[in-house]
């Protein structure tokens, strides 16, 4: 328990909470089958997980790196609009951010709900629809065929405007979160 703490909280919580509820006769305590069943789920899901190692990439100085490809390296450069410079009245989601707390960062990841696989990562100051957009369009040849992101109406809408051809077979959905406060 006492090394768990450094690698896995959560699930040492999780079994010291069970241990300290349930005790026998004698008054030993001690972990319920359920949780044992769970722990060995999650240990053979974990087995049987292929690992696979990115290329050999080194991350841009920028604070991200995309493993879509062997190399990571960009397959097209991303085309610059004029609505993208345009200035607004009312700052779009994309504008530079408020200042965050200090110490406080966002960071942006692209995982595969198929095989967990994390396909690369961007350090940014607030979401938006500009570096997913980017990102897919510079690093990879073809789209994925669904997108799953919280704001995906917006980025749906900002991918189709930008790069027609490129998502034009792309399905983006959103969680229940976002539907419930969708405009």
Not at 50 to 70: D, L
Request: net charge negative; aromatic share 18%; hydrophobic share 30%.
């Amino acid at each position: 328990m006492y090394e768990m703490r450094e690698y896995a909280p959560e699930l040492r919580d999780l079994i010291a909470s069970f241990m300290l509820s349930h005790a026998d006769p004698q008054g030993n305590n001690f972990i319920p089958y359920d949780i044992i069943a769970f722990i060995r789920y999650l240990i053979k899901c974990i087995a049987d997980m292929e690992i696979t190692q990115p290329g050999t990439y080194n991350p841009a100085k920028y604070g991200r790196a995309y493993y879509f490809s062997e190399t990571g390296e960009n397959l097209r450069p991303v085309r610059k609009f004029t609505i993208d410079g345009e200035k607004r009245k009312y700052p779009a989601y994309d504008d530079p951010p408020l200042p965050q707390a200090r110490g406080t960062s966002t960071l942006f990841l692209w995982f595969c709900s198929s095989d967990g696989h994390c396909y690369g990562f961007y350090m940014t100051n607030a979401e938006g629809r500009k570096d997913p957009a980017a990102s897919l369009y510079s690093h990879l040849e073809h789209p994925p065929t669904n997108i799953f992101y919280d704001f995906a109406c917006n980025l749906q809408e900002y991918c189709l405007n930008r790069e027609s051809g490129y998502y034009r077979y792309v399905r983006f959905f959103h969680d229940i979160f976002h539907g419930y406060s969708h405009k």
